[in-house]
């Protein structure tokens, strides 16, 4: 199946602080997709982004979907506490059925020190 | 405001025994999928549903079944449970396979197979 190789794995980072994390792959996607998860909650939608190139802000969230639409980052300015958990990139292709599928990135644990 | 509810949230199971995990949305979504979360692995599809009385395999189906009765309910039923299926389970929703359609998690099932 396709794989999606997010990093870094955990960030470390002082409030107020930037963040930056990415995802690649091995193959092309139509959609790429950033969630945020919490502790004992499902993922979140943060941003979908449908075109090459295409950049996405949310509030202090912004997003790329890259050129070769294989790739994508997720920019968080001026960090703040509630911003701590687990995001994931995911790919969402749509195959010849119709059908959505999505390929979910291995997560990136953000951890903001006090 | 229901959205996408899952039953039961924590469950222990001994090697052998069967269960079901319940999902169920109110948002008359067409789209139902189920994934399972592992450390450092990300969320990978089980089984998934077009529609009523439609379903297919993910990516990771083995030792699980699903049927789609109702457009409501996506029932996952582990037959024999084995200690390789502890994880934490999601079921996911969304209006259609269209690209960018907000796709709806539940909070998540934990299963421990001992």
């Known amino acids: 199946g396709q794989q999606l190789n997010q990093s870094p794995q955990s960030m470390f980072i002082q409030e107020g602080e930037d963040v930056s994390m990415n995802c690649t792959s091995s193959s092309i996607f139509n959609t790429w997709l950033w969630y945020k998860q919490e502790p004992g909650e499902g993922p979140v939608l943060l941003i979908a982004?449908?075109?090459?190139?295409e950049l996405t802000s949310n509030g202090r969230l912004t997003a790329q979907f890259g050129i070769t639409r294989k790739d994508s980052f997720l920019n968080i300015s001026a960090s703040i506490p509630s911003d701590v958990g687990i995001y994931f990139c995911a790919g969402q292709l749509i195959s010849n059925f119709g059908n959505e599928k999505l390929t979910f990135g291995t997560g990136t644990r953000l951890t903001i020190i006090p | 405001n229901a959205g996408v509810t899952q039953t039961p949230k924590f469950q222990v199971l001994k090697t052998g025994q069967s269960m079901t995990l319940q999902c169920a949305q109110d948002m008359n979504h067409e789209y139902m999928s189920w994934y399972r979360q592992d450390p450092g692995m990300g969320l990978r599809l089980i089984h998934y549903s077009v529609g009523a009385g439609i379903t297919d395999q993910g990516e990771v189906p083995n030792g699980y079944n699903v049927s789609r009765s109702t457009t409501e309910d996506f029932p996952l039923r582990l037959l024999s449970a084995a200690p390789s299926q502890t994880s934490v389970y999601f079921c996911?929703?969304?209006?259609?396979?269209?690209?960018?359609?907000?796709?709806?998690f539940g909070e998540g099932s934990w299963l421990t197979v001992v």
């Open positions: 996911a929703s969304s209006f259609t396979p269209s690209p960018g359609n907000t796709i709806y």
């Open positions: 982004l449908y075109k090459a190139g």
